[in-house]
């Protein structure tokens, strides 16, 4: 029967969140069509995705999200910001946190028809791995989207972790940060993982979601090529707020 249940609500939610992405995804396309030269950085665009996520939680009598630290993602200043990465509900997660970014993500999302085609239009970075050069072009388009003025959004474990726990980090995040002279704003997400998990469809019944914003990294510090440093602390700070968010949500 419970089964059957989360079976059943999975496909309401799964139908839901496919709606949601037409109704935003058509207005963000006409927008980049006909008027989005008004918008070099793409705000519209962005603010539309943002709706997706804030339409989807509002709508799911099964979510529950609590956002903190959002005072640390200063409006009108450039980040490299990372996250740790357990489910695709982070993507809907980490919109909350109502801030203007541009999102690096593998390229078959862009590959979509319609919800492809409007993250392209949000200016949205596809991360093409396998190819000869691809990463440095992703890496040279994050660049110009910082130089812009623009935030950066990175998952530095690549991919999604199967564990729940915190993969290695890889450089590319503390690389961009390091030669764009921009800080790292670390981000940590507890209660993805428990919604759904890597390779399922199956979506859990009431869940409480919480996202936390830490406090920015100064890079002035770490050297030009002291990528590594940089990396190994911000792993370390992020690791330390998840085992306190998750102790925190453990107690009755």
């Known amino acids: 029967m419970k089964n059957m249940f989360l079976a ?13 992405s037409i109704v935003v995804t058509v207005p963000i396309i006409l927008y980049t069509l006909f008027l989005g030269w008004f918008d070099p950085l793409r705000h519209f665009q962005h603010f539309m995705a943002m709706m997706w996520s804030h339409l989807a939680f509002a709508l799911n009598p099964f979510w529950n999200i609590q956002v903190t ?24 997660a980490i919109d909350r946190l109502n801030r203007q970014f541009k999102w ?17 239009c949000c200016g949205y970075i596809p991360l093409r791995r396998g190819e ?14 910082l130089e812009k003025g623009a935030s950066v959004m990175i998952f530095p474990e690549g991919t999604r972790s199967k564990t729940g726990q915190l993969s290695a980090f890889k450089n590319g995040a503390f690389k961009l940060a390091l030669q764009a ?11 993805t993982a428990d919604v759904l998990k890597p390779g399922s469809w199956i979506i859990s019944g009431k869940t409480k979601i919480h996202v936390r914003v830490l406090p920015a990294i100064d890079v002035s510090s770490f050297g030009p090529d002291d990528f590594v440093g940089l990396r190994d602390q911000t792993r370390r700070v992020m690791s330390e707020a998840l085992a306190e968010m998750r102790r925190a949500a453990a107690k009755p």
């Open 8 to 20: 059943l609500v999975s496909i309401f939610i799964w139908l839901m969140l496919s709606t949601l």
């Open 132 to 145: 000869h050069g691809s990463i440095r072009s992703s890496f040279a388009e994050c660049l110009k989207w």
């Open 104 to 120: 690096l993500a593998k390229e078959s999302l862009f590959k979509i028809p319609l919800f492809g085609w409007g993250m392209s």
């Open 181 to 191: 002279q921009k800080p790292i704003l670390p981000i940590v997400v507890t209660g």
């Open 69 to 92: 630290g959002r005072s640390h993602f200063r409006k009108h200043h450039a980040y490299v910001a990372v996250s740790n990465h357990s489910s695709l509900i982070d993507i809907l």
